[in-house]
T-cell receptor, first 115, second 109 residues
Framework: GAVVSQHPSWVICKSGTSVKIECRSLDFQATTMFWYRQFPKQSLMLMATSNEGSKATYEQGVEKDKFLINHASLTLSTLTVTSAHPEDSSFYIC???????????FGPGTRLTVT | GQNIDQPTEMTATEGAIVQINCTYQTSGFNGLFWYQQHAGEAPTFLSYNVLDGLEEKGRFSSFLSRSKGYSYLLLKELQMKDSASYLCAVRDSNYQLIWGAGTKLIIKP
């Protein structure tokens, strides 16, 4: 099956700093990538949908100026958490969608802890 | 609105069979997915149904009835490693995945 990688797998940062998370589709081209956030014992929450070469579409309640998404190529999307606060601590998961049959493949996730 | 319903938690015994139900109401339908998610890990794909009927894959089977907006995931010969959350997701007319809240399955020896 298709492989999606995320980097870093975990990160600890201080409040007020910014953190960048990379999501790569390793063996296919992903026209669309999705960013999810998951708090402990809760289900996945879609944050935004990112299409290559265009602006991301953010879900209601997600601040686009705080969570910057760049989908610069068909194999790479990045999520930057700007001015991170402890409440941003969460598990961030990306998925990449293949052209056909539009299957979503998940990355392993990035655990962010803001101190 | 769009809605996916599945039980919050279920408990079953090792070696037994368990059925996890999922009902959905979405704008359009382009397939239903089941994912398994262990604590602290990303979801992994289990099954995909787009036509009515049963899809069997080893110990796991998934059933779909589009007219009833209903699916179930059947797990046979339960093992302790099957303890996880099981997520039902429906792909709508825009090819967006609409996620259920997940069912936490607890396996007891």
């Amino acid at each position: 099956g298709a492989v999606v990688s995320q980097h870093p797998s975990w990160v600890i940062c201080k409040s007020g700093t910014s953190v960048k998370i990379e999501c790569r589709s390793l063996d296919f081209q992903a026209t669309t990538m999705f960013w999810y956030r998951q708090f402990p014992k809760q289900s996945l929450m879609l944050m935004a949908t990112s299409n290559e070469g265009s602006k991301a579409t953010y879900e209601q309640g997600v601040e686009k100026d705080k969570f910057l998404i760049n989908h610069a190529s068909l194999t790479l999307s990045t999520l930057t958490v700007t001015s991170a606060h402890p409440e941003d601590s969460s598990f961030y998961i990306c998925s990449a969608q293949d052209r056909e049959p539009y299957e979503q493949y998940f990355g392993p996730g990035t655990r962010l802890t803001v101190t | 609105g769009q809605n996916i319903d599945q039980p919050t938690e279920m408990t079953a015994t090792e070696g037994a069979i368990v059925q996890i139900n999922c009902t959905y109401q979405t704008s359009g339908f382009n397939g239903l997915f089941w994912y398994q998610q262990h604590a602290g890990e990303a979801p992994t794909f289990l099954s995909y149904n787009v036509l009515d009927g049963l899809e069997e894959k080893g110990r796991f089977s998934s059933f779909l009835s589009r007219s009833k907006g209903y699916s179930y995931l059947l797990l046979k010969e339960l093992q302790m490693k099957d303890s996880a959350s099981y997520l039902c997701a429906v792909r709508d007319s825009n090819y967006q995945l609409i996620w259920g809240a997940g069912t936490k399955l607890i396996i007891k020896p």
